[in-house]
């Protein structure tokens, strides 16, 4: 039998409770070369990921890891056909209670003995924590019918499309 928990006592429960989070690796982000260093330890965790495409990385956005950026839950949206403001959770802004970010990168390589995964991009700093790395799968990861509001319709469908697009015209720069 399942542990129920009244709504009136779940934010109480969530203000005591504590997460403790390690890092698994960093994000080693230059310009001639971008890959994600797997701590020592989690090497092991490596195992029989090669084969996958592709991997969604959760990471930590350290440089937005503040009292401020952490305490604001809306945002005046980069885009200039979104609203005016927005939720938080309607964004993928780095500035959110807790900064967790996911980005889905491609695997060019993987060096088991140095715990090195090699990937074209990824839009985190250099040394920006990484909390865990998980394999993509179309099974899990991919929905047919997906609906998004008008003002972001006409962005491309597909992540390999979005490299073409003219996000500039987007962007408030």
Same mark, same amino acid.
């Given at each position: ?68 950026? &952490? !305490?604001?839950?809306?945002?005046? /949206?980069?885009?200039? +056909?979104?609203?005016?403001?927005? %939720? *938080?959770?309607?964004? &993928? !802004?780095?500035?959110?209670?807790? /900064?967790?970010?996911? +980005?889905?990168?491609?695997?060019? %390589? *993987? ?63």
């Amino acid at each position: 039998m399942g542990f129920v928990v009244p709504y009136a006592n779940i934010s109480y429960l969530i203000m005591i409770q504590k997460f403790t989070v390690h890092p698994v690796g960093f994000i080693r982000n230059k310009q001639e070369e971008c890959k994600l260093e797997i701590l020592t330890k989690y090497i092991p965790s490596l195992e029989a990921l090669e084969g996958f495409s592709h991997i969604h990385v959760l990471w930590w956005a350290h440089l937005f890891d503040n009292e401020n950026d &952490r !305490s604001n839950l809306t945002a005046h /949206p980069p885009y200039k +056909t979104a609203p005016g403001e927005m %939720g *938080i959770f309607a964004t &993928r !802004s780095p500035i959110r209670p807790n /900064p967790i970010a996911l +980005t889905v990168v491609k695997v060019l %390589g *993987i060096d088991y003995q140095h715990g090195i995964i090699n990937i074209p991009y990824i839009d985190a700093e250099n040394a920006s924590p990484i909390l865990d790395v998980k394999p993509y799968h179309p099974t899990a990861d991919r929905v047919r019918e997906v609906n998004v509001p008008d003002w972001c319709d006409h962005w491309p469908k597909w992540h390999e499309d979005s490299a073409d697009f003219d996000w500039k015209s987007e962007l408030y720069l």
